[in-house]
């Protein structure tokens, strides 16, 4: 007999409900602990290819292996018990063909258990994203600016501030709905382009730097905590970790010199003996 567990997790038609509902949460994890703090907050948690940069501190996603965000997709989903955990695709491990797509999304799903995967692209990926989700993988987009894409748009610049840009991220968005994704992260686009999608579609946004009128937000956990050392516009720092983090490890060093840690109460005594 099966046992279930008491929480039940959201899943991506949960996800998809809340179109032109309650702001959709979501953030960032790439750990067990992180995320079961994010698991209280939030309905989503990504497990983004930005962990490259954020905990490896690589200059793009681009280098992220596959084996990099099942790893950590792994740590999510043990410290998660109810938020939808998204794990990212790493670049090269998706586009060359859908059939590479479904095999490598299966690996994800069946080797982290997540709840569904996320692919960056437009109108290029609909036939790749139909071709998932009629296969039991739940897509979510991602559009705007696509950071796998560093090295054929030359910088991480916002999209879609020049009206001209605007048909070409709108077609994209609406190729993704159709498509069968369950919702679309847009990540640094002009307000009022993101506003307007957001109107034009079935599923939900998530934004990145888009609008308030989105159907949801996204931000790096790292960048929003103040533990990133720059951050782009559209971040709001809503901590000072990297300040905690650098108190605590100037007492510990200060402590370890002045042979002040570790004090009594952190050694182990002799046992004392029977009479
Ligand atoms: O990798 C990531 O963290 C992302 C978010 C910025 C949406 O894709």
Redesign the pocket.
Same mark, same amino acid.
């Given at each position: 007999m099966s046992v279930q567990s008491e929480v039940r997790r959201l899943t991506a038609p949960d996800i998809r409900a809340h179109k032109g509902g309650e702001p959709i949460v979501?953030l960032?994890s790439y750990h067990a602990h992180t995320a079961a703090i994010a698991d209280k907050h939030c309905d989503v948690v990504?497990v983004? /290819?930005? !962990?490259g940069m +954020?905990m490896h501190g690589l200059e793009t996603?681009v280098p992220v292996t596959l084996e990099m965000m099942i790893l950590q997709g792994r740590a999510v989903m043990r410290g998660s018990k109810r938020a939808l955990v998204v794990v /990212?695709m790493p670049f090269g491990s998706y586009e060359a063909s859908k059939e590479q797509a479904f095999m490598n999304c299966a690996r994800v799903l069946k080797e982290t258990g997540c709840g569904a995967i996320?692919v *960056?692209g437009g109108s290029r990926m609909a036939e790749t994203i139909a071709f998932l989700t009629e296969r039991g993988v739940p897509v979510m987009g991602?559009i705007g600016l696509t950071?796998q894409a560093i090295n054929v748009i030359g910088s991480f610049r916002a999209q879609g501030r020049e009206i001209a840009e605007w048909d070409r991220h709108e077609a994209d968005a609406k190729a993704i709905a159709e498509a069968g994704a369950f919702s679309i +992260?847009i *990540?640094a686009v002009a307000e009022p382009l993101a506003r307007k999608i957001t109107q034009e579609i079935a599923i939900p946004t #998530?934004g #990145?730097g888009a609008s308030s009128a989105c159907d949801g937000q +996204? !931000? +790096?956990m790292e960048d929003m905590l103040g533990l990133s050392p720059r951050v782009p516009k559209f971040v709001k720092r809503y901590g000072d970790v990297a300040l905690g983090i650098d108190k605590a490890i100037a007492a510990y060093a200060a402590e370890v010199r002045s042979r002040a840690f570790p004090g009594p109460e952190h050694v182990y005594p002799m046992k004392a003996k029977k009479p």
């Amino acid at each position: 007999m099966s046992v279930q567990s008491e929480v039940r997790r959201l899943t991506a038609p949960d996800i998809r409900a809340h179109k032109g509902g309650e702001p959709i949460v979501c953030l960032t994890s790439y750990h067990a602990h992180t995320a079961a703090i994010a698991d209280k907050h939030c309905d989503v948690v990504l497990v983004g /290819d930005s !962990l490259g940069m +954020v905990m490896h501190g690589l200059e793009t996603t681009v280098p992220v292996t596959l084996e990099m965000m099942i790893l950590q997709g792994r740590a999510v989903m043990r410290g998660s018990k109810r938020a939808l955990v998204v794990v /990212d695709m790493p670049f090269g491990s998706y586009e060359a063909s859908k059939e590479q797509a479904f095999m490598n999304c299966a690996r994800v799903l069946k080797e982290t258990g997540c709840g569904a995967i996320k692919v *960056e692209g437009g109108s290029r990926m609909a036939e790749t994203i139909a071709f998932l989700t009629e296969r039991g993988v739940p897509v979510m987009g991602h559009i705007g600016l696509t950071p796998q894409a560093i090295n054929v748009i030359g910088s991480f610049r916002a999209q879609g501030r020049e009206i001209a840009e605007w048909d070409r991220h709108e077609a994209d968005a609406k190729a993704i709905a159709e498509a069968g994704a369950f919702s679309i +992260v847009i *990540e640094a686009v002009a307000e009022p382009l993101a506003r307007k999608i957001t109107q034009e579609i079935a599923i939900p946004t #998530i934004g #990145i730097g888009a609008s308030s009128a989105c159907d949801g937000q +996204v !931000l +790096v956990m790292e960048d929003m905590l103040g533990l990133s050392p720059r951050v782009p516009k559209f971040v709001k720092r809503y901590g000072d970790v990297a300040l905690g983090i650098d108190k605590a490890i100037a007492a510990y060093a200060a402590e370890v010199r002045s042979r002040a840690f570790p004090g009594p109460e952190h050694v182990y005594p002799m046992k004392a003996k029977k009479p």
